[in-house]
């Protein structure tokens, strides 16, 4: 099946720098991203939709500008944790789609905030 | 809004008794269903859509309309299925894709 690979898949930073987590699809091209906190124990929370060249649809209680989403081509989508805090910490996924066909999903990214 | 119930937290079973996983959702519109399974220390993958009325691994889904549900089924569960499982919704076309609360299935020897 078709591979996405997401970049670091684990990272540790201080207290109010910011952190990119990249999510590359490898063979297809990704016209929908998404992008999924998954807290311990607990599902993927969905946090924003985004389609190539067009601005992130984030969901409801997601900070807009805290979580920075850029998706500038077909293979390529970042997330940005700007000035990031502990409460920040959590497991980090994307999800790229091709159209209408199924969704495949990187294997995520731990982030730790100390 | 999209949203999907899987009434589960756990599910145990042993070996060769059937399994069934459940899913209930809530959409206005045409809703694609799926199921996702997450083996250990693995991505998740996808297991099943409903448009594709496939059997993956022994286990068949059937989207059931008037009841709101896509449970997951096989008659014969297998060690290797123990994993977590997760159903999600998407609406038509290349809209979000919302995950339920998942199930994990422990599949006793």
């Known amino acids: 099946g078709a591979v996405v690979s997401q970049h670091p898949s684990r990272v540790i930073c201080k207290s109010g720098t910011s952190v990119k987590i990249e999510c590359r699809s490898l063979d297809f091209q990704a016209t929908t991203m998404f992008w999924y906190r998954q807290f311990p124990k607990q599902s993927l929370m969905l946090m924003a939709t985004?389609?190539?060249?067009?601005?992130?649809?984030?969901e409801q209680g997601v900070e807009k500008d805290k979580f920075l989403i850029n998706h500038a081509s077909l293979t390529l989508s970042t997330l940005t944790v700007t000035s990031a805090h502990p409460e920040d910490s959590s497991f980090y996924i994307c999800s790229a789609r091709e159209g209408a066909f199924e969704a495949f999903f990187g294997q995520g990214t731990r982030l730790t905030v100390v | 809004a999209q949203r999907v119930t899987q009434p589960e937290k756990l599910l145990s079973v042993f070996k060769g008794a059937p399994v069934e996983l459940k899913c209930n959702y809530s959409?206005?519109?045409?809703?694609?269903l799926f199921w996702y399974v997450q083996y250990s220390r693995q991505r998740l993958q996808l297991l099943l859509r409903?448009?594709s009325r496939e059997s993956i691994k022994g286990f068949t889904a059937d989207l059931n309309k008037g009841e709101t549900s896509f449970h997951l089924k096989k008659p014969f569960a297998q060690e290797e299925d123990s994993a977590m499982y997760y159903c999600?919704?998407?609406?038509?076309?290349?809209?979000?894709?919302?995950f339920g609360q998942g199930t994990r299935l422990t599949i006793n020897p």
């Open positions: 409903h448009i």
């Open positions: 999600a919704l998407s609406g038509q076309g290349a809209q979000k894709l919302v």
């Open positions: 985004s389609n190539e060249g067009s601005k992130a649809t984030y």
């Open positions: 959409y206005s519109g045409s809703p694609e």
